[in-house]
């Protein structure tokens, strides 16, 4: 069982930055692929950063690279998300999460169904 809690969100202005984190209860996060989706009102959740184990890859969506930083310390068993010149269209609710079985390398597209295990999110507001 792995519980996931992230924290960080919260209101920021146009072009403002935040930094989000996902504490993992687990005994070796080191094991694990983690990535970043979000959600906004009325859309689909996305998938939108990957890292893999070690830190080896990181991978992004188009809509946020250059912008968005996914890192992990799994020695404190943290994953954590620097947004950087954030837009209206990042506002969303966030989420970490991770799968229940091995995997070792980040997919080319991130999806939902694949992942068993979820923290309830942090919302991120962006208004001017």
């Known amino acids: 069982q792995v519980q996931l809690v992230e924290s960080g969100g919260g209101l920021v202005q146009p072009r403002g930055l935040l930094s989000l984190s996902c504490a993992a209860s687990?005994?070796?996060?080191?094991?694990?692929?983690m990535p970043w989706f979000r959600q906004a009102p009325g859309k689909e959740r996305e998938g939108i950063a990957c890292?893999?184990?070690?830190?080896?890859?990181?991978n992004y969506v188009q809509s946020v690279k250059g912008r968005f930083i996914i890192s992990r310390d799994d020695d404190k068993n943290m994953v954590y998300l620097q947004m950087n010149s954030l837009e209206p269209e990042d506002m969303a609710t966030y989420y970490c999460?991770?799968?229940?079985?091995?995997?070792?390398?980040?997919?080319?597209?991130?999806?939902?169904?694949?992942?068993?295990?979820w923290g309830r999110g942090t919302q991120v507001l962006v208004f001017a």
């Open positions: 687990v005994s070796s996060l080191n094991k694990y692929t």
């Open positions: 890292i893999g184990l070690r830190a080896s890859t990181a």
């Open positions: 999460a991770a799968r229940g079985t091995f995997f070792p390398v980040c997919p080319v597209s991130l999806v939902e169904g694949k992942y068993d295990y």
